[in-house]
Antibody
Framework: EVQLVESGGGLVQPGGSLRLSCAAS????????MNWVRQAPGKGLEWVSY????????YYADSVKGRFTISRDNAKNSLYLQMNSLRDEDTAVYYC????????????WGQGTLVTVSS | EIVLTQSPAFQSVTPKERVTITCRAS??????LHWYQQKPDQSPKLLIK???QSISGVPSRFSGSGSGTDFTLTINSLEAEDAAAYYC?????????FGQGTKLEI
């Protein structure tokens, strides 16, 4: 069974940093590109970042470019999101989502981890 | 950036009704359009991929159509468990984008 489990969320002050993790199991993690998608309270979905299976390609939404860094450790079946210079508007539930091997849809999602940026 | 505009934003419906949700892209995206269902306090779930391709385990009452800029998600014979928010998503070009969502109240 495919499982994606996020962790690392919490309360942080504006300007602070946080590192999110996503532990993957039930599939060959190293063969799949991965994404982070967030959802502000009561709002819709916003794509945040993408990383290819071998980490050679990384992309970011303009809203987080220069502040967030996506990475992965295929040996540990883990995906990460380092978030620096956090702003109030970064408050959201952050989901990791797997991209299907032969396509570009997000076929599995984690349960999400809540990040709250507030003083 | 490709903007996806969904309509309606909210719809109150009754069981067994047929529901249509539309998603319009700001430029042609071929068939690179996917639909997700998000129930309250749950993560999104893939419903339809590439505009019209069904997903294993998803009830057959869900179907999708369209190409280019105009897409439709249809739910036939709505059931109470279909109360959720529905989002379209384009993977034609980065940045990936989502529609603003359609909330179905049953």
């Amino acid at each position: 069974e495919v499982q994606l489990v996020e962790s690392g969320g919490g309360l942080v002050q504006p300007g602070g940093s946080l590192r999110l993790s996503c532990a993957a199991s039930g599939f060959t993690f190293s063969r799949h590109s991965m994404n982070w998608v967030r959802q502000a309270p009561g709002k819709g979905l916003e794509w945040v970042s993408y990383i290819s299976s071998s980490s050679d390609s990384k992309y970011y939404a303009d809203s987080v470019k220069g502040r967030f860094t996506i990475s992965r450790d295929n040996a540990k079946n883990s995906l990460y999101l380092q978030m620096n210079s956090l702003r109030d508007e970064d408050t959201a539930v952050y989901y990791c989502a797997r991209r299907e091997n032969s396509g570009y849809e997000f076929d599995y999602w984690g349960q999400g981890t809540l990040v709250t940026v507030s003083s | 950036e490709i903007v996806l505009t969904q309509s309606p934003a909210f719809q109150s419906v009754t069981p067994k009704e047929r529901v249509t949700i539309t998603c319009r892209a700001s430029q042609s995206i071929g068939s690179s359009l996917h639909w997700y269902q998000q129930k309250p306090d749950q993560s999104p779930k893939l419903l339809i991929k590439y505009a019209s391709q069904s997903i294993s385990g998803v009830p057959s009452r869900f179907s999708g159509s369209g190409s280019g800029t105009d897409f439709t998600l249809t739910i036939n014979s709505l059931e109470a468990e279909d109360a959720a928010a529905y989002y379209c998503h384009q993977s034609s070009s980065l940045p990936y984008t989502f529609g603003q969502g359609t909330k179905l109240e049953i």
